[in-house]
Nanobody, 116 residues
Framework: QVQLVESGGGLVHPGGSLRLTCVVS????????MGWYRQAPGKQRELVAV???????NYADFVKERFSISRDNAKNTVYLQMNSLKPEDTAVYYC??????????WGRGTQVTVSS
């Protein structure tokens, strides 16, 4: 019954920026941590960033100092600000509970493509 709707992806050149948005519905939001995940073709889904219910953040090493996760509990929304994008960041980006992604089904995700 939980719905996860990701948006904000697109095509950017290396070094560009995007801001992803995740809106959660069908469940309470403010009491649990949330995360962003990504999956590239032929690879497993991987955790990108986590924000706790208290606002503490953790990042995968490959995005540290480039990405920033935030949340707005009043809007049931999680954001991922992505700067200095690299071609290897190309993937479908998903949101879910974090660091344990227990919500089902996963959302459709939003495609991020970084290419020159």
């Amino acid at each position: 019954q939980v719905q996860l709707v990701e948006s904000g992806g697109g095509l950017v050149h290396p070094g560009g920026s995007l801001r992803l948005t995740c809106v959660v519905s069908g469940s309470i939001f403010s009491t649990y941590g949330m995360g962003w995940y990504r999956q590239a073709p032929g690879k497993q889904r991987e955790l990108v960033a986590v924000i706790t219910r208290g606002g503490s953040t953790n990042y995968a090493d490959f995005v540290k100092e480039r990405f920033s996760i935030s949340r707005d509990n009043a809007k049931n929304t999680v954001y991922l600000q992505m700067n200095s994008l690299k071609p290897e960041d190309t993937a479908v980006y998903y949101c879910n509970r974090g660091p344990n992604p227990v919500f089902r089904p996963w959302g459709r995700g939003t495609q991020v493509t970084v290419s020159s």
